[in-house]
């Protein structure tokens, strides 16, 4: 099923510590006012406070001043403006003032409108004659996905990345005895055969054990792409996905939270422009050599 595709997984260490947060405004945007006014009724039986609208330009105006709008469900056939692009106009107004959880209305689903849903982190997709059960279902996933948003945004982790990195170098260069003038700089046959040894080692532990026991996406895209740069290959956003070892949502959200965070540059593939190509910044992919070269100077002393 669509929803199940696009729905967002939420582990529950996340949010283990933050309470549920109020109740926040949806924004329903659809120019068919008989599914608009349907959206509403199911709203007031949930009893999310809610606005309907038929046009973009009257949802860009909302969602910019009132900012308890956090759920925006857009109806993909509108005229000018589809939903994906309004998804994409209001998430670039508010910036990273607040999270905006985002769900597709469609008269018809397809694999290539799931394909778009998760590019644009959409939590939901639903088609038209809408039933409560998913539409309820629907708005459960939003909250969950706000929730995440908020866990991910308070625990500051991708933010301080560079700085935990650091430490993490400064410690193994401590324990390897390497100096910057003591030692010669590790060559780039060690530095890959070092990434491609510790990519090996997890790759093997999850013959052994289950995958979702340590997940730790955000590690496995870096590594990913720090093979990526020194095999020198494009990689796709949905290739980096997969190599994370998580849903497709859940990779997504992460390739996203880390763009944001300078970590990675994303762009359209001028070749072929349906996809997305993903890479390490400069900055992080310097981190990521001296991090490898001090694995390599501790494991050569073993």
């Known amino acids: 099923m669509a929803s199940q595709a696009l729905s967002v997984s939420v582990p529950s260490q996340e949010i283990a510590h933050h309470a549920q947060p109020q109740t926040p ?10 599914c608009a006014n349907h959206c509403a ?9 809610h606005n309907c609208v038929n046009s973009a330009r009257e949802a860009l105006e909302l969602v910019t001043q009132d900012q308890s709008i956090q759920i925006l469900m857009a109806s993909v056939q509108m ?10 106009e209001a998430r670039s ?34 088609c038209k004659p809408l039933e409560f059960e998913a539409y309820s279902g629907a708005l459960r996933r939003a909250m969950n996905y706000l929730t995440t948003r908020r866990a991910i ?6 933010a301080n990345f560079s700085q935990q990195l650091a430490q993490l170098v400064s410690m193994l260069e401590s ?25 090996g080692s997890r790759s093997l532990r999850n013959r052994h054990f289950p995958s979702q026991l340590f997940a730790d996406p955000a590690w496995d895209i870096l590594l990913d792409l720090s093979r990526a740069r020194l095999d020198n290959q494009q990689v796709s956003v949905s290739s ?36 997305d190509l993903i890479a390490l910044t400069d900055t992080t992919a310097s981190q990521m050599r001296d991090y490898l070269a001090a694995v390599h100077g501790v494991v050569s002393k073993l």
């Not at 405004?25 to 008989?34: G, I, K, N, S, Y």
């Not at 199911?42 to 406070?49: A, H, I, P, Q």
């Not at 005895?177 to 510790?198: C, D, K, V, Y």
């Open 41 to 49: 009724r199911m709203l007031d039986d949930l009893n999310y406070r």
């Open 153 to 158: 945004s308070d625990g500051g982790n991708i």
């Open 93 to 126: 107004r508010v910036g990273h003032s607040r999270p905006l959880a985002t769900v597709i209305i469609s008269n018809e689903t397809s694999a290539d409108l799931a394909m778009r849903g998760m590019h644009a982190e959409v939590v939901d997709l639903l």
């Open 240 to 275: 980096v996905c997969i190599a994370a070892s998580v849903p497709m949502s859940t990779a997504l959200r992460w390739v996203r939270q880390m763009t944001e965070a300078g970590l990675l540059r994303r762009w359209t593939d001028p070749k072929d422009r349906r996809r």
């Open 25 to 34: 405004t949806v924004l329903v945007v659809d120019d068919d006012a008989e």
């Open 175 to 199: 324990k390897s005895g390497a100096s910057a003038q003591g030692e010669p700089r590790t060559t780039e046959q060690e530095i890959n055969a070092t990434l491609r040894t510790i990519i």
């Open 79 to 88: 005229p000018t403006v589809d939903g994906f692009v309004l998804i994409d």
